[in-house]
């Protein structure tokens, strides 16, 4: 069966997923998170492409991005994958693959649903029981977007920006957010469409995109998928 192609609309943020192959560790040093983000940093400006969320796991990566132009997040994805598989190879001695093959890529609904995949990404560390609280966990935009750290790659989504008319109101609502429980139903549907390459968002959301770029945004019958 061929792959289904990646949705480009500039404008709309998107979840990425990045996973080392075989789920293999990518990071193995706190410089090697310093050195990956600098250059999602550089790169991100290089293409006009928002980030707006991200957390840095030890074997996968993802991403809460918004591209400002087509192709923007691919061109981002293959400039800082190469760039870091030559990094690890060299720094490490080893040689081969570090990735596992294409990044997965969702599109968001620019309201409720960009929160709670912001959410969802900053509570990675959480769920796999590495921390007991986002805070503790010092490679994600949860210090950024609940604590107000300085991160220069960071920049506010629209839907976070609403949240109040003040820093200061936007990072305790954000951080109250943090508070409520995901519901099951919220994480198999992020999950499942994380996964599988699916718009996330409202039925009309779905079909605005539909719509706009005359392709499929869902399957047929919902299929709900655990894996993280």
């Not at 796991?57 to 981002?76: A, C, D, F």
């Not at 969702?106 to 649903?113: A, E, G, I, R, S």
């Not at 990072?171 to 957010?177: S, V």
Request: proline letters at 4%; a positive charge.
């Amino acid at each position: 069966m061929a792959r289904q192609s990646r949705y480009n609309a500039p404008g709309y943020a998107q979840h990425i997923i990045q996973r080392g192959n075989n789920r293999q560790v990518c990071f193995f040093s706190d410089d090697d998170y310093r050195v990956y983000l600098a250059r999602l940093k550089q790169y991100a400006q290089q293409h006009d492409v928002q980030v707006h969320a991200f957390v840095l796991m030890t074997n996968h990566v993802h991403l809460l991005i918004t591209p400002q132009h087509e192709n923007g997040i691919s061109l981002l994805m293959q400039a800082l994958g190469r760039f870091y598989v030559q990094y690890v190879n060299k720094t490490y001695g080893r040689t081969g693959t570090l990735w596992e093959g294409r990044y997965k890529a969702t599109l968001v609904d620019n309201d409720y649903y960009a929160l709670a995949v912001s959410r969802y990404i900053e509570l990675n560390p959480v769920r796999a029981l590495m921390v007991d609280h986002p805070a503790a966990y010092p490679w994600s935009s949860f210090h950024a977007n609940a604590l107000g750290k300085a991160i220069q790659l960071w920049q506010p989504h629209a839907s976070y920006l609403a949240l109040g008319s003040s820093e200061a109101e936007r990072q305790q609502a954000y951080l109250n957010l943090f508070e409520q429980p995901f519901s099951d139903k919220a994480l198999a549907e992020i999950r499942y469409a994380s996964n599988k390459g699916w718009v996330l968002g409202s039925e009309h959301f779905k079909q605005q995109i539909a719509k706009q770029l005359s392709r499929p945004v869902s399957p047929r019958k919902t299929v709900q998928q655990d894996d993280d």
